[in-house]
């Protein structure tokens, strides 16, 4: 592990900017997942978008379906992370981005010879949502391969910053399209990114390193524990999962109330949705833009709980949304929740990456997105169920104050007493090989 980090450190002396400008590999990586992430964007306004015009699905309904999107993340994280540490990342990706180009091609097929219904919505969402579990667990492992330790923090920054960008064209384009060819015909243009960034992943020429040999004894349920016992065993991560995991969860109530809201309580025209919802990827690219400077400024370690007490505190301004020239309030509150949520998130996954040895990676990865993605379906559904019980105006209330809430677990840490984040420290062999 030190003679890793030492040449992690060689590598990445320097400017870390210019670097990965001249760096082809990474380069290739990072266009093929904005164009990726632009055609998720398009789908996530065009699917509810579906349910709710063209379908009539209910406030519930629509919970359902959001939660549905990500219900995978805390059914088979764990066991995925464990089968990514064993195999080719790169492939592991490949595979996956084929069967989302299918998966979601369905849809418009569907459509087309008006045969779509509520029950393929929920099993595209299902579907995709697997693929999506082992692209990113594969992902965020693989980053690490291309880039040195030194220069994670910019190149999570830099792919941060451009799936923020994506999201800000993505709802626009998508409101666009919906008002073109359909919410159907519009998931057209997210199958078809599927392609594009698979032919970018087949044009990287980094040889990946191959997986260490696993005893032939060893059992899935071993694999999966390792990985669960570092990320649990570690102070800092631990208090790092619980916040961001509490804070998915309220998060995906809001998400599933976000376009019931804007529609049927604010009134603004299914079209026109997207740009509203691009207030957040205004407020990410600018998060990924000066994530880097302001923990330069406020500190590695105190940005991370800063980020989440501070940034998104404004945030509640977007349930006081009203009809007319009233929504620029929603925009404005996405927006701070977009740029709080990419400033906490680069911090915190560049401090997960370097302090995690390589053969943990993809566990590691998996166990923190089991619990951080694991709450969102369970927040789709009580977003739903609040938004009936109470009305969507009052469950925005809840959702948005306890987003912001989550922030006093990282503050509560080891976290509060630090400036800037310690070096990484060392992990003994037993525990990443036993």
């Not at 631990?238 to 376009?259: E, H, I, P």
């Amino acid at each position: 592990m030190t003679e890793v980090a030492e040449e992690a450190r060689d590598s990445g002396a320097g400017s870390a900017g210019p670097g990965l400008w001249r760096q082809r590999d990474f380069l290739l990586l990072w266009s093929g997942q904005t164009v990726s992430e632009t055609g998720s964007a398009v789908t996530q306004v065009a699917l509810p978008l579906l349910a709710v015009v063209a379908l009539r699905a209910s406030t519930f309904e629509v919970g359902l379906l959001t939660a549905a999107t990500t219900l995978a993340f805390a059914v088979i994280a764990l066991p995925a992370g464990a089968l990514v540490d064993g195999a080719a990342k790169r492939t592991v990706m490949l595979v996956c981005n084929v069967l989302r180009l299918v998966i979601i091609g369905t849809v418009p097929l569907a459509a087309a010879f008006g045969v779509l219904t509520m029950a393929q919505l929920y099993v595209v969402a299902v579907a995709a949502g697997v693929c999506s579990v082992f692209f990113d667990v594969a992902y965020q492992s693989y980053v690490p391969s291309l880039v040195p330790a030194a220069r994670l923090m910019d190149a999570n920054g830099k792919l941060g910053t451009t799936q923020a960008f994506a999201q800000l064209g993505g709802p626009g384009l998508g409101g666009g399209l919906v008002g073109l060819v359909g919410a159907a015909g519009a998931m057209t243009a997210d199958a078809l990114s599927y392609a594009v960034s698979a032919a970018s992943l087949l044009g990287i020429r980094t040889r990946e390193e191959p997986p260490p040999a696993r005893p032939a004894d060893e059992t899935l349920r071993r694999r999966i524990t390792e990985g669960l016992k570092f990320v649990l065993g570690h102070g800092i991560l631990r208090k790092v999962v619980a916040c961001t995991g509490t804070a998915n969860l309220f998060s995906g109530m809001s998400t599933a109330l976000a376009m019931v809201f804007l529609v049927r309580v604010l009134h603004v025209r299914p079209a026109l949705t997207g740009l509203v919802l691009a207030g957040a990827a205004v407020g990410g690219v600018a998060g990924g833009v000066f994530a880097g400077r302001l923990a330069e400024r406020i500190g590695s370690a105190r940005i991370i709980w800063v980020s989440m007490l501070v940034f998104s505190a404004p945030q509640v301004i977007a349930a006081a949304a009203w009809r007319g020239w009233g929504v620029v309030l929603f925009a404005a509150g996405w927006a701070v929740t977009g740029f709080s949520a990419m400033v906490y998130n680069i911090a915190q996954l560049s401090y997960r990456q370097s302090v995690t040895p390589p053969e943990l990676m993809g566990r590691m990865n998996a166990a923190v997105r089991w619990v951080v993605w694991g709450t969102l379906p369970v927040g789709g559904v009580l977003g739903g169920l609040l938004g009936t019980l109470i009305g969507v105006r009052p469950a925005l209330w809840v959702a948005f104050a306890g987003s912001w809430a989550a922030g006093w677990f990282v503050f509560f840490s080891p976290l509060r007493r630090l400036r800037d984040v310690p070096p990484p420290e060392p992990v003994s062999t037993p525990a990443a090989t036993s």
